[in-house]
């Protein structure tokens, strides 16, 4: 049975949205195509007609990952960015949060074209706190937005690490980096 064009573009956006979200809580060795499958609600079959291979289904979820959560931080001031990115729901729910510390550390092992897009995230993250600084009165420093961003993925990732040992002080390293980083952009914490 031949599938529609707006079916198969239906497809794709499940496949992505399903791969991106795996990808993310799993990291990219632990994303099987399997999963992707079962989770979008199609075969392999079906995701191997969109996806030729682990490595370009990879790439586009890498892709999406960044583009759906820029999305969702569009629109805050520089503070709110930082209080939302350094919060117990985001470092509990990487599935639906920022792919820089989901993935940072493993992603050097991956192909390049998931580097790449990995690359083109970081700076869609850069240009998002660049542009927030700017209409908070701020230069709009990329050095600073750099700093921000590398020290926001830092703190999660790190509070991520201990959570199930120490969430208190799990919790305080969120707490005291976004202390920080409100004091670096010069804003009252929201």
Not at 137 to 160: C, H, N, Q, W
């Amino acid at each position: 049975m031949k599938v529609t064009k707006a079916r198969a573009s239906e497809n794709r956006e499940a496949i992505e949205k399903a791969a991106a979200a795996l990808m993310r809580e799993r990291g990219f060795d632990q994303m099987s195509v399997a999963a992707v499958a079962g989770a979008a609600g199609l075969t392999h079959g079906a995701l191997y007609s969109h996806y030729g291979s682990k490595e370009a289904l990879a790439e586009a979820a890498t892709k999406r990952a960044f583009d759906d959560t820029v999305r969702g931080l569009a629109g805050l001031s520089a503070a709110e960015f930082v209080v939302r990115y350094l919060s117990p729901m985001h470092r509990d729910h990487p599935e639906m949060g920022c792919p820089n510390a989901a993935l940072a550390s493993e992603v050097w092992r991956q192909p390049g074209g998931t580097r790449q897009a990995f690359r083109d995230g970081i700076e869609q993250y850069v240009e998002l706190l660049r542009s927030m600084l700017t209409s908070a009165g701020e230069p709009g420093d990329k050095a600073k937005a750099v700093t921000m961003l590398a020290a926001m993925v830092g703190a999660m990732a790190l509070s991520r690490a201990v959570d199930d040992v120490d969430p208190s002080f799990s919790n305080e390293i969120l707490s005291d980096v976004s202390e920080q980083l409100t004091a670096f952009i010069g804003a009252k914490r929201a």
